[in-house]
């Protein structure tokens, strides 16, 4: 029931959510296997909680949000234990607020935009220390205005994504310096072919364009700059367009945004169910 | 495995095969959406893989046929458990494996594929020996790319399987010595310690700011002592002290802002005080307007909370 990277591999958690985002976005849902794809993200669900990638095991979060994520698109999240898997995840909290791949793991962007990802979808949000982990994610900033995935290592265009989303879900978007974001995924954008790269004039690929786009529609430029021109936002939690998002009634639970007032961009509607800064965790399931 | 260029290798490979009808890679429809430009040798070979992925074939020229492909694309999981099937069919001595990985590993060392294979050959053959062989290794690694995330997910494994803990300490010790900004030894020294001696958390405390304040731009130390503070108040007061040596107009703004934000959070420990929490606030005001204005939006929302938690504590008294 799962998919793999192209014809004849393996199945692998990380190619079955690639598919059915990419069948969502084509409308094609109706296509999948439904039952059998969740049966087999299921099948990957140890007895702590965490997802393994494939048949042979290896354990990391990003499976975790890999395996939440497809499964909340297809409408299954109750084939699996959704409050184990945000225990696993809890599991992986570091003492800097930030979390990694495995309990004990550095802290890691791309493992916290999984993280906390995992831990909107399972409604377990409000277990991230959201002070410690706010101050750490706005601390990626350089000063050339691109962020970086951890402490002391250089600014990457997708770390754009993956902090910048972690931020929106944490109703935090604007600790960041945004116009100085916008301008460092633009300074990314080579000019002779139209993609994004990871650095300025360094050579693009589609996975940076992607994320340097998602990057500037979560900080609303598109909203202020191509006001005209048809566009979509994209969505934090599940990587999809909002309307999106709206259509197939996925949600997720998500910190509404603190700091409106000071927004630069226009404020993205959001399609999930909102917390309230200060509100005590939701009563048990 | 032989060291053949690998050219010659692919040719002697296809004579090999040559009872074996290659599977072409599947075209999608008229017009692929994302063709990747496979040299002609990898696609050749692929062909051969997938043929043999159909067939079920767990041979001697099987295994040869993995330990090409993976030369030219060492991210291929699918290739990699196939060299497993075969190393575990043909009974082949995983430790010699463990060898020819180290040079895949060599030549690619951000790849996850080489790591978890490593991973599970330990596992199955599951000697301590070969956990403290592959420390070792590990160790090589570190030392051309001290922040390899792989190495040290690896490492904790490795550790946690075999439970070989000794001279870790040591081994972060050194690498903080010679870079004190190693975000990663800062985190793997934290597992260690909560490992193997949980009750250090004043001399943690003094390690960590005998760094930090050589440099106290360096969040990681900084960062790294309070959360051994905030459960020890001997811990709390040693960073205190160590805070209050720069927390003083003769130094640089930029300078004061990571003790700044200590002082912050072990303010804002003392939930039941508002005058912590005041103080607290006053902190989140200096960074915002002087000592970390970039984050000023962060620092003004902190500011706002603390202040607000305080006013409730002080009307409720």
């Known amino acids: 029931g799962g998919f793999g990277g192209s014809e004849d591999q393996d199945p692998h958690v990380l190619y079955t959510l690639s598919a059915v985002q990419v069948m969502a976005l084509l409308g094609r849902l ?7 794809a969740a049966r087999y993200v299921a099948s990957l669900q140890l007895g702590d909680g965490s997802f393994t990638g494939d048949e042979w095991g290896e ?32 599991r992986c909290k570091n003492f800097d607020g930030g979390y990694g791949a495995v ?10 935009f999984c993280c906390v990802g995992a831990l909107a979808i399972a409604g377990e949000i409000h277990s991230v220390d959201r002070d410690m982990l706010g101050w750490w994610l706005s601390e990626r900033q350089c000063d050339g205005g691109g962020l970086n995935g951890r402490p002391e290592k250089q600014s990457d265009v997708c770390y754009s994504w993956w902090i910048l989303a972690s931020l929106c879900m944490l109703g935090c978007r604007h600790w960041i310096d945004s116009s100085a974001l916008a301008a ?28 340097g786009i998602g990057g500037l529609s979560l900080l609303g430029w598109f909203d202020q700059h191509a006001i005209e021109k048809p566009h979509r936002n994209i969505d934090p939690v599940f990587a999809l367009p909002v309307d999106l998002v709206r259509s197939l009634n996925l949600s997720a639970t998500v910190y509404k945004d603190a700091d409106e007032q000071a927004a630069l961009f226009a404020t993205m509607p959001r399609p999930h169910l909102d917390v309230a800064p200060d509100a005590s965790p939701p009563p048990a399931r | 495995s032989p060291a ?51 067939s079920g074939e767990l041979s001697q020229r099987v295994l ?21 099937k075969c190393l575990y069919a043909l009974e082949e001595s995983l430790r010699e494996e463990l060898g020819f990985a180290e040079d895949v590993a060599a030549a690619n060392p951000k790849n996850y594929q080489i790591w978890y294979h490593r991973r599970v050959l330990l596992e199955k053959m599951d000697d301590k020996a070969d956990g403290r062989n592959e420390l070792e290794f590990i160790t090589r690694m570190l030392a051309s790319d001290a922040k390899n995330y792989h190495a040290w997910s690896h490492r904790l494994a490795v550790l946690e399987h ?33 490992r193997l001696a949980p009750d250090g ?117």
């Open chain 1, 30 to 36: 109706d296509r999948i296997d439904g039952e059998a």
């Open chain 1, 103 to 112: 309990p004990g793991a550095e802290s890691h962007a791309g493992q916290i």
């Open chain 2, 201 to 317: 958390a004043v001399r943690e405390v003094e390690f960590a700011t005998e760094k930090a304040l050589k440099a106290p731009r360096n969040e990681s130390p900084w960062v790294y002592a309070l959360s051994f503070a905030k459960s020890s108040p001997p811990a709390a007061a040693a960073l205190t002290e160590a805070c209050d040596l720069l927390l003083h107009p003769g130094i640089e703004a930029a300078d004061r802002a990571c003790p700044r934000m200590i002082r912050l959070e072990l303010f804002a420990c003392d939930v039941d005080s508002s005058e912590s929490l005041e103080l607290a606030a006053e902190c989140a005001d200096k960074l915002a307007e002087e000592e970390d204005p970039f984050r000023r939006l962060y620092w003004a929302r902190r500011a706002d909370t603390l202040r607000t938690a305080a006013d409730q504590l002080a009307s409720a008294s």
């Open chain 2, 4 to 54: 053949l260029p690998p050219l010659m290798m692919s040719a002697l490979l296809e004579a090999t095969f040559s009872d074996v009808e290659a599977v072409p890679a599947p075209t999608i429809g008229p017009r692929e959406v994302v063709p990747i430009n496979y040299p002609e040798e990898y696609a050749r070979l692929m062909g051969y893989f997938r043929a043999v992925m159909a």
């Open chain 2, 64 to 84: 040869a046929l993995t330990g090409e492909i993976v030369e030219y694309n060492a991210a291929h999981y699918s290739v990699w458990a196939l060299r497993r």
């Open chain 1, 59 to 90: 354990i990391d979060t990003r499976f975790s949000y890999c395996a939440l994520s497809t499964l909340a698109i297809l409408g299954k999240l109750d084939a699996v234990d959704l409050s184990g898997a945000a225990r696993f995840v809890q």
């Open chain 2, 162 to 194: 075999f439970d070989c803990w000794d001279g870790e300490l040591e081994l972060t010790e050194k690498l903080l010595e010679a870079d004190a900004w190693n975000n990663s030894a800062w985190n793997h020294r934290h597992t260690v310690v909560r």
């Open chain 1, 184 to 211: 460092f995924i633009l300074e990314c954008q080579d000019r002779d072919d139209g993609g994004v790269a990871d650095r300025p004039n360094n050579v693009p690929d589609v996975f940076h364009t992607f994320f």
